[in-house]
């Protein structure tokens, strides 16, 4: 069974501080990963893609992949009230499916 | 763009009754969709994998019956929900997966909020 593990937290963060959020993965054939926001009682909303080794950055927010060690995560630098909801890790699986993390929630304090 | 739209964002019906849920890719055309179901505090589910024009692979424990899936064109996929049971109350998302974009990047509808009574 191919899986993605996640903290579930919560994780709580100071507004302003990092909040670093992870994710491994158990299918070494994987290529493509992604993290998606989910808030409270609404659908996943993409937050960035990521598909070779090191970080991409985009904004506030910094993928990281290391496929040797199976592991991506997410920063969020500067943290805002907003950011807080659930942080979705996504792995790409056979058939185009996406398999999914069971999400870390991340609650960030003013 | 990869904007995805569904229809209707909550029902409500009675136990017995079918209810079909519309998910549409608004500005791109989605050789695949996928059809979630989640549960309040818990993941998504996936339920099925829909190619348009063939016919839809469910996910094991899902009843094929009972959820039926229609990917009739590359814009339009439908969940009809038959005889529905208070059990089945849940959270119905949709997403889908195009040729441009993204390697691999699905795009979420806003979701469907179903409640059986």
């Known amino acids: 069974q191919k899986e993605v593990e996640q903290n579930s937290g919560p994780l709580s963060v100071p507004e302003g501080a990092i909040a670093s959020l992870n994710c491994t993965y158990s299918d070494r054939g994987s290529q493509s990963f992604f993290w998606y926001r989910q808030y409270s009682g609404k659908s996943p909303e993409l937050i960035m893609s990521?598909?070779?080794?090191g970080d991409k950055e985009d904004g506030r927010f910094t993928a990281q992949l290391n496929k040797a060690s199976q592991y991506v995560s997410l920063l969020i630098r500067d943290s805002q009230p907003s950011d807080s909801a659930t942080y979705l890790c996504a792995v790409n699986s056979q058939g185009g499916k996406l398999i999914f993390g069971q999400g870390t929630e991340l609650s960030v304090k003013p | 763009g990869a904007v995805v739209s569904q229809h209707p964002s909550w029902v409500i019906c009675k136990s017995g009754t079918s209810v079909k849920i519309e998910c549409r890719s608004l500005?791109?055309?989605?050789?695949?969709m996928f059809w979630y179901r989640q549960f309040p505090k818990q993941s998504l589910m996936l339920m099925a994998t829909?190619?348009?024009?063939?016919?839809?692979?469910?996910e094991q424990g899902v009843e094929k019956d009972k959820f039926l899936i229609n990917h009739a064109s590359l814009t339009l996929s439908t969940l009809t929900v038959t005889s529905a049971h208070p059990e089945d109350s849940s959270f119905y998302i949709c997403?889908?997966?195009?040729?441009?974009?993204?390697?691999?990047?699905?795009?979420f509808g806003p979701g469907t909020r179903l409640t059986v009574l």
């Open positions: 500005d791109f055309q989605a050789t695949t």
């Open positions: 997403s889908a997966k195009g040729l441009a974009g993204p390697r691999d990047t699905q795009y």
């Open positions: 990521i598909y070779s080794n």
């Open positions: 829909s190619n348009e024009g063939s016919k839809a692979t469910y």
